[in-house]
């Protein structure tokens, strides 16, 4: 994982190696609630594997990400899903696993 700052010309300055999240992944859904970024789900290389884990990390001053850690899993394996954060809670939206493709929305309230 990388971080760069935003110069105030509005340029990306250079970019620097933050914290890592513990397992490689693609098509994972990620975002940002407050001061932490969650990596929902996703496939390991070439697609294969779907991940059902979520992992959070701290967003510290400067931009740089404080440690990954285990939160709560899905419910079950996931990748290619959408995700939203919304009035403090995490929507992850459709996606699929290697057999179904998912119509539902997961809602998850995480602490503080």
């Known amino acids: 994982m990388t971080v760069a700052p935003i110069n105030p010309d509005g340029t990306i300055g250079a970019w620097s190696a933050t914290t890592p999240f513990a397992t490689g992944r693609g098509w994972h859904a990620s975002l940002l609630l407050g001061a932490r970024a969650f990596v929902l789900g996703g496939t390991g290389p070439g697609g294969g ?19 990954w850690a285990a939160t709560t899993p899905l419910p079950g394996p996931r990748g290619a899903a ?19 493709e998912f119509d539902r929305v997961d809602v998850m309230t995480p602490g503080p």
């Open 49 to 67: 594997t779907y991940f059902g884990d979520a992992q959070v990390a701290t967003v510290l001053p400067g931009g740089a990400l404080g440690a």
């Open 82 to 100: 959408g995700a939203v954060a919304v009035g403090g809670r995490l929507y992850l939206i459709g996606g699929r696993d290697a057999t179904t």
